[in-house]
């Protein structure tokens, strides 16, 4: 056989080995779109736990204003909301999630840490908010119910001291 001719069935050979080890290689620009894909899932976890801890700052924030005024009724209210992280709406949109099958915090979740859907709050804050908001609605004087106030500030500043964290 002449050279030319050996080299081009060494060059087709070659060629024809190498094909299925291309044809088993993802094609990058799937790889990249998945990667893609990756970033946007992400940045909705942090979005979620940012959303969560702006419903947080909302009660919080109206639960100190209540307090403020004296309107201790209306600010116990909003310290519960803040420990159920949200009202019955809220709520609603955590079981639609659940049932989609999205547990924010699985691993938390299972480990009896947090409750099913709840993303910031954990069991053991959330009984610390629901009793400094019961000591408040149950308070006959001030001192009772700077008490209970700071008792539910020790509890709920540290939680949205997270969100300042996460911004900066």
């Given at each position: 056989m002449p050279r030319k001719t050996l080299v081009l069935l060494a060059v087709l050979l070659l060629a024809v080995a190498a094909w299925p080890a291309q044809a088993q290689e993802t094609p990058p620009s799937l790889v990249a779109?998945?990667?893609d894909?990756?970033?946007?899932?992400?940045?909705?976890?942090?979005?979620?736990?940012?959303?969560?801890?702006?419903?947080?700052?909302?009660h919080y924030h109206g639960a100190q204003a209540?307090?403020?005024?004296?309107?201790y009724a209306a600010a116990a209210a909003e310290m519960a909301l803040f420990a159920n992280?949200?009202?019955?709406?809220?709520?609603g949109v955590r079981k639609q999630l659940l049932e989609g099958g999205h547990h924010y915090n699985a691993e938390g979740?299972?480990?009896g840490?947090?409750?099913?859907?709840?993303?910031?709050?954990?069991?053991?804050a959330k009984k610390a908010a629901l009793e400094a908001s019961a000591a408040l609605r149950q308070a006959t004087d001030d001192a009772e119910r700077?008490?209970?106030?700071?008792?539910?500030?020790?509890v709920a500043s540290p939680l949205l001291d997270m969100k300042m964290k996460m911004m900066h």
């Open positions: 779109s998945y990667g894909l990756a970033d946007v899932i992400l940045a909705v976890r942090s979005m979620e736990a940012n959303l969560v801890r702006a419903v947080l700052a909302g209540y307090f403020a005024n004296g309107d992280e949200g009202d019955n709406a809220v709520g979740e299972d480990q840490v947090y409750e099913p859907g709840y993303v910031v709050v954990t069991r053991e700077q008490a209970a106030w700071d008792a539910f500030a020790a």
